[in-house]
């Protein structure tokens, strides 16, 4: 249950509000004053602060806009004997949750408007975690390619329509995919994927569709594929060019008709789940040589898009630099600060055919000689140093 911090100049009041609240579950903490108040806040971290709303010296209002000021998501519960529209009013504006007069408070109420508080943060947290999410799933960059990605994304998220997404090996299509899912109207459900050339063919079925036990040796339970734990959400088929033909076949049909049947079962299962594909090869080659099914193609790609590989982008550089130089701050407790222009310009001189993901590596490894001030183009060319003794000790 939750922490919460009950302020009020009245002992009666305080301890009564505290003893139903307790009764419910809640761990409470008292404060005579504001001031005391303030006090324990950075100590009891309190998940609701119930506040009366006049007391001496610095009321329940004061006592809001200094929590807000420093806390601006904190959850917070007016009281007042006084109480006036004017009042709810000006305390509602001020960030207050919600507004009881302390005439009602008998413990129905009371446990109501808490409840009632404390769900709206539970919500207004998902919805931020949510959005951190997004953001962190969005695609990186400026310039008019990005301009385009990010418009392509905008367009087509809201839909239901099936996306098709190709490019070089680490342009970052799966981002893209993610993104597509993030900033869909399926952003609450699971985002699943499967990687079609990581499975040898005999397994494949059993992935997507899933089994019933005692379907074959080793099926001891049953277990759901990934059509079934992607539903009400999205499943991202990556290297889809690298399925076989008998296992395209079985998926047309689950795109046709929405049901799956899980090997070894005889009941039909429907499902609901927004495919996204990505591919390093030319399926329209593919279907032309006669290794991947054209029907399928075209399920597939009602939406294609290609991201141009990051050669072809260099104005995403800074941009992803600063991202990576964030994130593995971060993750390893390093101060870098900044990349010097001299960094820039060496990035984008560099034709990087391992595009984003050989990129982050080679800001990795900087980083990890580097840990603090400023990223110099030194630190990118460590292996080059590290081979001039030797040559020189060949002659």
């Not at 009666?12 to 009764?23: C, F």
């Not at 971290?45 to 506040?51: K, M, V």
């Not at 079609?196 to 049953?222: D, V």
Request: aromatic letters at 6%; one cysteine or more; glycine letters at 6%.
């Amino acid at each position: 249950m939750a922490k919460i911090l009950i302020v009020d100049d009245e002992e009666i009041v305080r301890d009564a509000v505290a003893d139903i609240l307790e009764l419910s579950g809640h761990r409470c903490t008292i404060a005579a004053n504001p001031q005391i108040a303030l006090e324990q806040i950075a100590v009891v971290n309190p998940d609701l602060i119930i506040s009366d709303f006049k007391m001496p010296g610095m009321t329940g209002l004061d006592l809001l806009k200094a929590v807000k000021k420093d806390r601006p998501s904190q959850p917070f519960l007016m009281m007042t004997a006084y109480g006036s529209i004017e009042m709810a009013v000006e305390a509602l504006q001020s960030g207050a949750d919600h507004y009881i007069e302390k005439k009602d408070l008998q413990v129905e109420i009371i446990e109501h408007a808490v409840a009632m508080v404390l769900e709206k943060y539970k919500y207004r947290t998902e919805n931020s975690a949510l959005r951190k999410k997004l953001c962190e799933k969005n695609f990186i960059g400026h310039g008019e390619k990005f301009a385009v990605l990010n418009n392509f994304v905008e367009t087509v998220a809201p839909t239901n329509a099936s996306v098709l997404i190709t490019g070089e090996s680490g342009v970052g299509k799966e981002v893209l995919a993610r993104s597509v899912h993030y900033q869909s109207l399926r952003a609450g459900g699971p985002f699943v994927k499967i990687n079609c050339a990581a499975l040898p063919e005999s397994l494949i079925e059993s992935e997507l569709f899933g089994h019933e036990k005692g379907s074959f040796t080793g099926a001891l339970k049953t277990r759901r594929g990934k059509f079934e734990l992607a539903d009400g959400g999205s499943l991202l088929l990556d290297e889809i060019g690298e399925m076989p033909l008998a296992a395209q076949s079985k998926l047309l049909r689950v795109l046709q008709e929405r049901v799956i049947v899980r090997v070894g079962g005889d009941d039909e299962i429907k499902v609901d789940a927004r495919i996204i594909c990505t591919t390093n090869r030319d399926l329209k080659k593919e279907v032309e040589n006669g290794t991947f099914r054209e029907d399928l193609y075209y399920r597939l790609s009602v939406v294609p898009v290609n991201i141009p590989p990051l050669r072809e982008r260099t104005e995403d550089i800074p941009y992803l630099l600063n991202y990576f130089i964030n994130k593995f701050n971060e993750e390893n407790g390093y101060a870098v600060e900044e990349a010097s222009e001299d960094t820039i310009a060496t990035l984008q001189s560099q034709p990087w055919p391992g595009n984003i993901r050989q990129l982050e590596n080679a800001i990795e490894r900087a980083m990890v000689f580097c840990k603090s001030g400023v990223l110099t183009p030194n630190f990118f060319d460590i292996e080059k140093k590290a081979a001039k003794p030797a040559q020189k000790a060949k002659k």
